[in-house]
């Protein structure tokens, strides 16, 4: 709803942080629930054409991807976990993000993210594509080309989870697998052999590494991702799967 959106917008600091709770006493910073807003916004927009909102909300989201392109590591785009840059784990596969990860699955919410910002820059300045989202596609493409250097394996044809101390690690997640694609960091020929090797058609579903409970949000980018591509029953599926096992 425009007032939970709103309201998050508020509680931002002129840093660019956006706290993960809204009304609470603690600014606690995660960067998934802070990469999370944007695309909201741009589904809210996409159903009610709010466009006094919009524009109200746009010196949010430069605030926003002002911070992340200061806290990327010296000469990349794509974004670590630090102290400064905490991670909740949404989109998690067996095991927890640590300090100094590029995970696949946050750079894929984080290009994912940059795109729908930069659409949303488009909506508010009609007539002619504005300087600050022609800079944020580019953005978004850096970031897809970086993850896909440190974190594909062509061999596997697979993502690795994440990159970590100069090498991917030997760490294989549907979640990371399913998280590239809807970031559109994988590259198009890759999306039914990442899914074929990721997933199988029939209860457990999961081929690869489970990280246990799916949170929410990566339960609707699955089922969003597989709508995408022709496969939004067997989504559903797999989600009614996964939350009766919980």
Not at 118 to 132: G, I
Request: charged content about 20%.
């Amino acid at each position: 709803p425009e007032r939970n959106i709103r309201d998050f917008a508020k509680t931002q600091l002129e840093t660019g942080h956006i706290p993960a709770v809204n009304g609470g006493d603690t600014l606690q910073f995660y960067i998934d629930d802070a990469l999370c807003w944007p695309i909201w916004l741009q589904r809210h927009y996409m159903y009610t054409g709010a466009q006094e909102f919009l524009e109200s909300m746009i010196p949010h989201l430069k605030r926003l991807f002002s911070l992340l392109a200061w806290e990327a590591p010296e000469g990349l785009d794509v974004l670590a976990i630090t102290k400064d840059l905490p991670s909740r784990n949404l989109l998690a596969g067996t095991r927890p993000l640590q300090r100094g990860d590029i995970g696949t699955g946050i750079n894929a919410l984080y290009c994912r993210s940059l795109l729908c910002a930069a659409w949303l820059c488009d909506q508010a300045h009609a007539h002619s594509e504005s300087e600050t989202a022609i800079a944020w596609r580019k953005r978004a493409a850096r970031v897809a080309s970086q993850l896909r250097t440190m974190n594909w394996d062509e061999e596997k044809g697979l993502f690795s989870e994440a990159y970590r101390n100069g090498k991917p690690l030997d760490n294989y997640t549907w979640q990371a697998n399913v998280s590239a694609i809807y970031g559109g960091v994988a590259r198009a020929q890759n999306y039914e052999s990442i899914m074929n090797a990721s997933f199988r058609k029939e209860p457990p579903y999961t081929a690869l590494l489970d990280g246990g409970e799916p949170s929410p949000f990566m339960m609707f980018l699955t089922v969003e991702t597989a709508s995408a591509l022709g496969e939004r029953t067997w989504g559903l599926d797999m989600m009614i799967d996964k939350w009766s096992r919980m």
